[in-house]
């Protein structure tokens, strides 16, 4: 997957994920956050995959420990894992 591509939706979901009510209403977040953990879980199990090993190296070469947290928190929201 092109990992240009992945970080633009990681730190959008980011951004809606963390801002406040004077940044972004909160009700648009929200939908705006539901429509792209729709999408995500529209990947395949491997395009999924390799989504969260990006968020976790991303993650973890973050030099803000808080957004690290926040990243891998918000990626385990977004992607469910379908009962096999």
Same mark, same amino acid.
């Given at each position: 997957m092109n990992e240009n591509l992945m970080r633009?939706?990681?730190f959008a979901a980011l951004f809606f994920e963390t801002s406040s009510d004077d940044e972004c209403?909160?009700?648009?977040?929200?939908?705006?956050?539901?429509?792209?953990?729709?999408?995500? $879980?529209?990947?395949s199990r491997e395009?999924?995959?390799?989504f969260r090993a990006f968020a976790c190296r991303t993650?973890?070469?973050?030099? $803000?420990?808080?957004?690290a947290?926040?990243?891998m928190s918000l990626v385990d929201a977004l992607?469910?894992?379908p009962d096999d």
């Open positions: 633009a939706v990681l209403d909160t009700d648009l977040a929200v939908k705006q956050l539901e429509q792209i953990a729709v999408e995500l $879980n529209q990947l395009e999924q995959e390799q993650a973890e070469s973050h030099p $803000n420990t808080a957004t947290h926040e990243i992607l469910t894992t």
